[in-house]
Structure formats: C-alpha cells, structure tokens
C-alpha cells in the first residue's frame, strides 16, 4: 500500500504556507532564503508567487536588492480600524515572556497564533517584526510539565469562562490521598512558577460569608469533568478586603517583623499589604508591621532571611517560630544525615 502523502506537502498547501509566512511575519525573504525554508527550486517558489498573485490585486511586493531577489506580503488597500498598536502588542509580549515557562507547548502555540494573526492588522506592515520582538524573559527554579495536563488546564479555562461546575478529582499533597471534589472554578492564577485555580465547594456556594476559597494546584488534578450546571460567581473578598500577605486563605492577622540592614532595602522596596507600616531603625535595619492570611507562609518568609529577620508578633508565632529553629538545629547538628521524617514539620505551608 503506497503510504499516504502528507496534505501540508501539496502544491496548494506549499502556496498557502508561503503567503501566510509573508503575511504574519512582517519581513522581507530572498528567493534563495525561501528556497531552503520550502525545500524546492527556486523556481518553484517564483511559481508559487505567481500564484499568489493571481488575484484581484497583486498581494506579493517584489524587488532586486545588492544582486539577490526579496519578497514581501503588500499592506492592504484598505486598512482596518485597531485598537492595539506595537507598543500594545509588545506589552502583550512582555506578559507572554514572563509566564512562557509554565504553559504546556500547544498552549504556546495558541498564543503566539493568536499574537501574530493581530499583529497582521497593524496599519503599517513594516511595523510588525517590531512589535514581534521579544524584550523579557523569565528564570525559573523548580518549574513544572505541564504538557502531560494540557487538557485539564484547555477544560479549566473554559469552564471558567462559563461558569461551569466541575467534578475533579484531585490529589491532594497533605493529606497524600485522592479527594473527589465538585468546585465552582472562579480563577486560574500563576504563581512561584505553577499554575493554581482559586475554586468554591459547589456546597459552600450558597453559604459564601462562612466559606474559604480552596486553591488547587492544576498538576495534582488527576481528571476534570465539566458538568452541565452552572453557578454565580460570589464576591470575592481577598479583593474587597485589599492585598495582605499570603497566598493562602484565612483569618487576618497582623505580623511584626525587625529586619537587619542587608535586608532593609529589599523589605522597603515592596508591598506586602496595603496597610503595611515601615520604620527606620538605628542600626540601618527596618520594622515591618503588616496584615497576612497565612501562618505558614509567613513563617516561612522570615527563616528564607536567616540571621536578618526575627519575628516579633504575634507571640504565638514567636513561639511556633523557636521550635521550628530549634527542630532544624537538631537535624543539622546531628553527626550524619538523615533522611527526613514523611510527617510534616511545624511552618511547612502546602497547598491543599
């Protein structure tokens, strides 16, 4: 059986791959440079120009620069109206660029389709390789897969979008064990190099004052159903209450921490709440009164300074903090290592 030929090697389909090469890229190619990326003679890609333009107006402009031949996709005779120009479409890159390392490569694909088809609306042609340059990137410690959840992650967007009830069943890092769950996703949010959905209980959303928001990370959702039932989404009281400090839902507490001075202007240089209080103390060093909503990850935050920071308040933190220092001296003071106990140790934050 002769084996089957593939439809993107056509005639037909070399044409249309050229002039959408043209089209989305913005910039000029020679003959020979578009010879190679085809495969063909180069009189075959003079063919396939010809082709191209054997339409009601010419679409290929074409000219003879230092001896070699060049080809560009021509602008529109008519121009549409668009709201983004390359200064927008490379603030739309700069978000890609910075979030490009937690999605999965079809979902990559997808956008930078989506980023190049709207730059082929720019007025000018000669802008879009411009508004195509790249001016970020992201360094990432510890980042995850997420080609094997592509799926999960395509169905957890649209139900967002739908407001769409899901059945998932989700396997959960503390408790190490399977939970079947009907959530109510609200958000998709990255965060420290994963992707996580801010979701209601289906059962918690008619009682939306008493319950906390769950946050699951999308990597451990084992399968996702989307249902035919659909909620309101409740008032999101993270953001009426403003930021805090933490990740994780919970009860508002406020912290006090002293920090040294090696770590003075990198604590003064940012936010962590809105109703943060900052003072100078004399040794150069800083006092930060702030709101969390997170216990562990405060407590976390202050050990990731070592010798710089001591938390001062609340006292049962203080408190909570000492055992944990004590509980690490003993680990490392030990004559040999160990392997860590599985039961989770005092301050570790895992999300559920």
Known sequence: MPEKKDAYSTPAMKVLRLYILLLFSGRKYSL???????????????RMM?????????????????????????????????????????HLLLCRDIVWHI???????????????????????????????????????????????QEILKSLLDAIQKKRICQVVYRSSSARKIQELRIAPLKLVAYHDGLFVRARLEESLANPERNIDRILAVHRIVSLQKTDKTFQVPVDRKKQ?????????????????????????????????????LKSLPDGGLLLEFTATSRPEVLSWVLSFRREAQLLEPADMREEMASIVEGLADVYSS????????????????IS
């Open 32 to 46: 020979a440079e578009l010879a190679r990326k085809f495969d063909c003679s180069k009189q075959t890609v003079l």
């Open 50 to 90: 010809e082709q191209i333009n054997l339409s009601k107006f010419e679409q290929v402009d074409s000219w003879e620069e230092e001896g070699r031949r060049y080809f560009r996709a021509k602008t529109p005779p008519q121009r549409p109206n668009l709201a983004l120009d390359v200064e927008a479409i490379q």
């Open 103 to 149: 999605f999965p490569p079809a979902l990559r694909q997808e956008i930078e389709q989506t980023i190049a088809q709207t730059t082929v609306l720019l007025p000018d042609f000669n802008q879009r390789s411009e508004a195509l340059t790249s001016l970020a990137r992201n360094h990432a410690k510890g980042s995850i897969d997420y080609s094997r959840h």
């Open 241 to 277: 209450a403003g930021q805090t400090f933490g990740f994780m839902e919970g009860k508002p507490f406020r912290v006090k921490v002293a920090f040294g001075p090696a770590a003075a202007a990198y604590v003064s240089e940012r936010t962590w709440s809105d109703d943060q209080k």
């Open 335 to 350: 004559g040999s290592p160990e392997v860590p106990s599985t039961n989770e140790r005092p301050g570790t934050w895992m």
